[in-house]
């Protein structure tokens, strides 16, 4: 994802990117290096003595296959490293002493590489998804923070929101700019994070202790090592909700103090200015889901023939608050669409390609708490 799409659609530079390297490992790791029922999450590699702090993460595929990123956080600046030459030359390098392996055995499959755009503010309406008669998705639409390179499984888990606001928009001929641009995966429990990616990047020009980064991280995922199984596995999928966000905040700032300097040192007065409004409008949204979110969505759903025919455009608004008062703020209302839609695509697949064998869902082997971001 190139930096320009994130300027172009949002109408503001990003100062902050997300440098990404990644490559897909089909066979070659010996038995037991790695069980691959887990996903792996920010495991940091080495300290910030260079200028930035090396970050893995790991995502399990079918059979022995692999995904592996590694990547960091970056000002954009001509002081900083960010050379994603450098970055390939680091990941082979230092692969086996993250994962044990003898490169020469991998086999290895596609390699994938560009620069994240992050998004800071607090104005959802800034944040433009689309164009007349485009629309972009996934990375390219630039939404979230890079923490969760802007939300790969945010997409996925909000398929049935995309499917459905993008069929309405279809049917209706709502295809401006701002009508697509309503068919997002914007979630305010994820957009408040950004503080954190800030929190793991060197400032231009700063010198911090080697190890601050990596203190930090400990930090804080010492305190969701002692959550509830179910609260660390909804931090993991971008389903906390308000009251565990905060809890976690606050016993992460009573367990290192030192903690609240370190992210002021990083982030600075102007970054925690432009950090708080977007938790209010965090507070505003869950605030606003707990009081329509069990009853709004099911009336407009219900109301689509009386107003879709006569106010389409009135009707896809509504349509897309009753979908920020769920799937915006983490909550989606049921995991049986997703299923549904993975049900429609196979059978259309088969229908296109019917000498093609049908093939069934794997089970999800993965055990509660299993990283599946």
């Known amino acids: 994802t190139a930096p320009t799409v994130g300027h172009t659609l949002s109408k503001a530079r ?17 038995e037991g290096v790695w069980d691959s029922r887990y996903g792996d999450v920010l495991f940091s590699h080495g ?56 490169m020469d055995e991998l086999e290895w ?9 992050g998004r800071f503010g607090r104005a959802r309406d800034k944040r433009q998804a689309g164009c007349d008669r485009v629309l972009s998705i996934g ?26 606001m993008l069929d309405a928009a279809l049917r209706y001929d709502l295809l401006s700019g701002d009508d697509l641009s309503r068919v997002n995966t914007y979630q305010s429990n994820i957009a408040v994070t950004w503080l954190f ?8 020009g700063e010198t911090l202790p080697p190890e601050r980064i990596n203190s930090t991280l400990n930090t804080f995922f010492g305190v969701l090592t ?21 809890r976690m905040a606050l016993q992460a700032a009573r367990r290192n103090p030192a ?20 938790y209010l409008a965090y507070t505003w949204a869950a605030l606003q889901g707990f009081l329509f979110g069990w009853w709004v969505p099911a009336l407009v759903s219900r109301s689509e023939t009386a107003i879709a025919s006569r106010w389409p455009r009135l009707w896809h608004r509504l349509l897309a608050w009753s979908f920020r008062l769920t799937y915006g703020v983490g909550k989606p209302r049921s995991p049986q669409p997703i299923a549904k839609l993975v049900e ?30």
Request: charged share 20%.
């Open 226 to 246: 002692d959550q509830p199984p179910h609260i660390a596995d909804d931090f993991i999928k971008d389903r906390a909700g308000w009251l565990p966000f905060n």
């Open 14 to 30: 990003s100062p902050l990117i997300c440098c990404a390297m990644g490559e897909a490992v089909k066979s070659g790791f010996s």
């Open 47 to 102: 300290d910030i003595s260079r200028g930035r702090q090396l970050i893995w993460e790991l995502f399990p595929g079918r059979g022995e296959d692999l995904t592996i990123y590694l990547f960091h956080y970056h000002e954009i600046h001509p002081d900083n490293p960010g050379s994603l030459l450098e970055m390939y030359e680091d990941f082979f390098t230092i692969l086996p002493e993250y994962r044990r392996c003898d």
């Open 344 to 373: 429609l695509a196979m059978a259309e697949r088969q229908r296109v390609n019917p000498e093609r064998p049908a093939e069934t869902t794997a089970p999800d082997r993965a055990p509660a708490g299993a990283v599946d971001r």
């Open 139 to 164: 990375d390219a639409a630039s939404m979230q923070s890079p923490l969760v390179f802007t939300g790969f499984g945010s997409l996925v888990r909000n398929l049935p929101r995309l499917c459905t």
């Open 259 to 278: 903690m609240l300097a370190w992210v002021w040192q990083v982030v600075g007065a102007k970054g925690f200015l432009q950090w708080f409004p977007t």
């Open 197 to 204: 990616s800030r929190g793991m990047m060197v400032p231009t």
């Open 109 to 117: 499959g596609k390699a994938t590489f560009g620069y994240i755009p």
